[in-house]
RNA sequence: GGCCCGUUCGUCUAGUGGUUAGGACAUCUGGUUUUCAUCCAGGCAACAGGAGUUCGAUUCUCCUACGGGCUACCA
């Protein structure tokens, strides 16, 4: 059995976007769940735009994403001789022809000329001019084409190198590529490289066009439209495993499942099907797929992912985390909702102040502190019990002075349970930021 | 314009020549909750349109509409 061997081949002319990332995980996972390999080649022949920054942060995305590449990485920028090696060969065997590079009509005229090669000439293929180029793709089906529609395009540029869709077919037989697993934007490049693989008298690989995917608005994603580079989901807090997740199940299923972890997408690849229509992005589903892979996580796992200096995987910094997890879905939030717990809080929103501490306030806080300095044991049930009782003996809502605690505790209005969060920051904290608080609105009052 | 490809709830999708057309996200309504979130229960919601083929089409064929791609001495 002949290995299956397939390439990912993006040009370093920007960041990796999601698009990418998806098509070549379809080509990794191809390979990989038929225990195959998987090359990455960076194609920089476009020296004007090609830059090596971008073909680091490329690699570095693939790796935070977890695909990995086999043997090294093919740069095309080192193979001008093979390609021109091949330029030659196919001139020798009359299958391309020199000629001024006029339109490719009017440049036709030169088939069968033998014009000699100066720095002013370009080299085309030589096209069949009749018949059709047929070939079954494994995501769209049989596609067909009238070989007339085809133009004699150019493989060698005036400057004498190569061009795209000659580079590519050299360098899928050199790497003995199995097959082309790419985005469908390349179907019409197909048929001229199946021609070029033909004329060259080579096995022309399987192919297969993954739809590309659309943005929320519905129209193409592409670095010039909106799309977000890989690296920028990972700064936005969202988890390597979340996305692959979510990138797979946009536009490949099998039956209901949603959930598919690194084992389980090579495993069950081949018995998926792959849509043949474009796919638009969803972040609200990219978003739900991180918070089910934040739920799976252990609180040591999650502490090491979350990665920030205030959860150094000390007991409070547990129960920290362990509180707060239900209320977060990207690594990012743990950051802003866990603020609170390890820093008193600076600066106030004028419009919560205004909203939620009213004529008494101050008074209800004033008692409140006091009982709840008075209590012996510190813990929740206790502390429920007073603020419970002082809510009573005051005749007034838990939301008239609940709101307010939790607002000079925690400077939101929105946080875990109050007493929770009194508990765990303990007596003295509690204590302290209740005084702080009630100077400062102390003084809010006077001023208006 | 030419050529290629596509079209199931708002979105990602399952599925079949005869189904109450299924799931997930979002949304809505309840429940839990001291807030927010989580969680639980339930609801709304789709076969682009028109002709055929057929006893019967969402499913097969054709046309139209719409969407996407390509049409470079870019990749």
């Given at each position: 059995m002949s290995l299956v061997k397939t390439r990912f081949a993006p040009s370093p002319t920007g960041y990796l976007h999601i698009g990418g990332a998806r098509t070549a995980l379809f080509a990794w996972l191809y390979a990989k769940s038929q225990e195959g390999e998987c090359l990455l080649r960076i194609e920089d022949t476009d020296k004007e735009r090609s830059k090596d920054e971008y073909t680091r942060e490329i690699i570095e995305s693939f790796k935070w994403l977890g695909v990995e590449f086999d043997n090294k990485v093919v740069y095309q920028s080192n193979n001008a001789d093979r390609y021109k090696e091949v330029i030659d060969q196919l001139l020798e065997l009359g299958s391309a022809y020199v000629c001024n590079g006029e339109d490719p009509e009017t440049d036709k005229e030169y088939r069968d000329q033998n014009l000699p090669r100066d720095n002013k000439t370009v080299v085309r293929f030589k096209m069949p001019e009749e018949g059709t180029t047929v070939y079954a793709d494994i995501v769209k089906g049989q596609i067909e084409v009238a070989n007339e529609q085809l133009d004699d395009f150019i493989i060698e540029r005036s400057d004498g190198s190569a061009t795209y869709n000659l580079c590519v077919v050299v360098d899928d037989i050199d790497s003995n590529i199995s097959h082309v697993i790419r985005g469908d934007d390349h179907v019409n490049n197909t048929f001229k490289q199946i021609n070029v693989f033909k004329a060259l008298n080579k096995n022309v690989p399987i192919y297969g066009h993954v739809p590309m995917i659309l943005g929320e608005d519905g129209k193409r994603l592409s670095k010039r439209h909106g799309a977000l580079g890989v690296r920028e989901y990972a700064d936005l807090g969202i988890l390597p495993e979340a996305l692959k997740n979510y990138l797979l199940r946009l536009g490949w299923s099998l039956g209901d499942d949603e959930i598919f972890t690194g084992d389980d997408m090579k495993k069950n690849f081949q018995s998926g099907i792959l849509n043949k229509s474009p796919a638009t992005f969803s972040m609200d589903k990219l978003l739900w797929f991180?918070?089910?892979?934040?739920?799976?996580?252990?609180?040591?796992?999650?502490?090491?992912?979350?990665?920030?200096?205030?959860?150094?995987?000390?007991?409070?910094?547990?129960?920290?985390?362990?509180?707060?997890?239900?209320?977060?879905?990207?690594?990012?939030?743990?950051?802003?909702?866990?603020?609170?717990?390890?820093?008193?809080?600076?600066?106030?929103?004028?419009?919560?102040?205004?909203?939620?501490?009213?004529?008494?306030?101050?008074?209800?806080?004033?008692?409140?502190?006091?009982?709840?300095?008075?209590?012996?044991?510190?813990?929740?049930?206790?502390?429920?019990?007073?603020?419970?009782?002082?809510?009573?003996?005051?005749?007034?809502?838990?939301?008239?002075?609940?709101?307010?605690?939790?607002?000079?505790?925690?400077?939101?209005?929105?946080?875990?349970?109050?007493?929770?969060?009194?508990?765990?920051?303990?007596?003295?904290?509690?204590?302290?930021?209740?005084?702080?608080?009630?100077?400062?609105?102390?003084?809010?009052?006077?001023?208006?």
């Open positions: 991180n918070k089910y892979y934040l739920d799976q996580m252990s609180i040591d796992q999650l502490m090491k992912v979350v990665a920030l200096k205030d959860f150094d995987g000390g007991e409070y910094s547990k129960t920290v985390l362990e509180t707060i997890r239900d209320r977060c879905s990207t690594l990012n939030e743990f950051s802003t909702n866990s603020d609170y717990f390890f820093k008193d809080p600076k600066d106030y929103d004028p419009s919560l102040l205004t909203k939620h501490c009213k004529e008494h306030t101050f008074n209800h806080l004033s008692l409140l502190k006091e009982q709840l300095e008075a209590l012996e044991i510190w813990e929740q049930a206790h502390i429920k019990e007073v603020i419970d009782r002082v809510v009573s003996d005051l005749g007034i809502g838990f939301g008239k002075i609940g709101l307010p605690l939790r607002l000079a505790l925690t400077a939101t209005v929105n946080s875990p349970s109050i007493d929770l969060v009194c508990d765990i920051l303990g007596k003295e904290i509690t204590s302290r930021r209740l005084e702080s608080f009630l100077i400062k609105i102390k003084n809010l009052k006077t001023d208006q």
